[in-house]
């Protein structure tokens, strides 16, 4: 399975990017017209829209690339691929499945390739909002297109950060005051994205977050510069089991102590 000719990253990408533009499509036509709904563990709530724009992104990525690996969310643990292959998709066919139900447009469709463990290329496709992100490991972030960077923040500036509300209540009083929160962004993916393109100045990510959450953001957001690390400064690790993840921070480069630095002090 592992020994197929690779594609270049630009082909990979251009794949990437028709797989999320069908899975897109499928997806919004389930969009406030109430998919049916059911609870995994966890009480995550999986639709009949995830599941129709997964296997639209299977039968684009894997039909083109026979010999890649396949981790998508909505994958039973025995159609895991990725082991032998050199490279992989990670895919989540919807990130932000309860904005999605809630009929709310921060959902988006994340789709990357990882080779040897490191996303090369990357795609987040927010079809509700005509909004597409990609890079690739040797090119730019680009939002529509366009080049697109993480934003500048001076050293006393108050951060804008998106925090769930679970972090933003546990906030220590020594670290408000350089905080200016504003609403949460339940997509994970979308949220770094909009980190890359400098509308966020930065966020902090609850432990437990799964590798199709963060992938294509992954690689966007460093293509944009800025970070994506744990309270050490150390990168996301791939293929770790998700309880094993601790906070994460995502932001421009000068702006990474600062978020590390409001991490531990949640941690603590």
């Known amino acids: 399975m592992g020994n197929a000719?690779?594609?270049?990253?630009?082909?990979?990408?251009?794949?990437?990017?028709?797989?999320?533009?069908?899975?897109?499509?499928?997806?919004?036509g389930y969009f406030r017209a109430d998919p049916?709904?059911?609870?995994?563990?966890?009480n995550?709530?999986?639709?009949?829209?995830?599941?129709?724009?997964?296997?639209?992104?299977?039968?684009?990525l894997i039909g083109a690339r026979p010999g890649y690996g396949w981790i998508s969310e909505e994958m039973d643990a025995s159609e895991r691929t990725a082991d032998s292959c050199e490279r992989v998709f990670v895919v989540d066919p919807i990130d932000g499945t309860r904005a999605f139900l809630r009929g709310e447009d921060v959902w988006c469709v994340s789709v990357a390739v990882l080779e040897a463990g490191v996303p090369v290329a990357g795609v987040i496709d927010v079809p509700a909002r005509g909004e597409i992100f990609v890079a690739t490991?040797?090119?730019?972030?680009?939002?529509?297109?366009?080049?697109?960077?993480?934003?500048?923040?001076?050293?006393?500036?108050?951060?804008?950060?998106?925090?769930?509300?679970?972090?933003?209540?546990?906030?220590?009083?020594?670290?408000?005051?350089?905080?200016?929160?504003v609403p949460a962004v339940p997509s994970l993916a979308?949220?770094?994205a909009l980190v890359a393109s400098g509308r966020l100045?930065?966020?902090?990510?609850?432990?437990?977050?799964?590798?199709w959450d963060v992938a294509a953001a992954d690689?966007?957001?460093?293509?944009?510069?800025?970070?994506?690390?744990?309270?050490?400064?150390?990168?996301?690790?791939?293929?770790?089991?998700?309880?094993?993840r601790g906070i994460m921070v995502a932001g421009p480069l000068g702006v990474a102590p600062r978020l590390r630095d409001i991490a531990r002090h949640l941690a603590a």
């Open 44 to 60: 995550s709530p999986v639709s009949e829209a995830d599941y129709a724009a997964d296997r639209a992104l299977k039968e684009t």
């Open 219 to 244: 690689l966007i957001l460093e293509r944009a510069g800025g970070i994506f690390c744990d309270v050490e400064g150390e990168p996301w690790r791939y293929g770790v089991e998700a309880s094993a």
């Open 36 to 42: 049916k709904v059911w609870y995994k563990h966890g």
């Open 137 to 181: 490991a040797d090119g730019p972030a680009l939002l529509n297109g366009e080049t697109c960077s993480v934003g500048i923040v001076g050293e006393a500036d108050a951060m804008r950060l998106s925090l769930p509300d679970s972090i933003r209540q546990k906030l220590a009083p020594a670290d408000r005051g350089s905080v200016d929160a």
């Open 190 to 192: 979308y949220r770094l």
């Open 201 to 211: 100045d930065g966020t902090l990510v609850r432990p437990r977050a799964n590798d």
């Open 5 to 28: 000719p690779q594609a270049s990253l630009s082909d990979d990408l251009s794949l990437l990017l028709e797989a999320a533009r069908r899975a897109g499509e499928v997806a919004l």
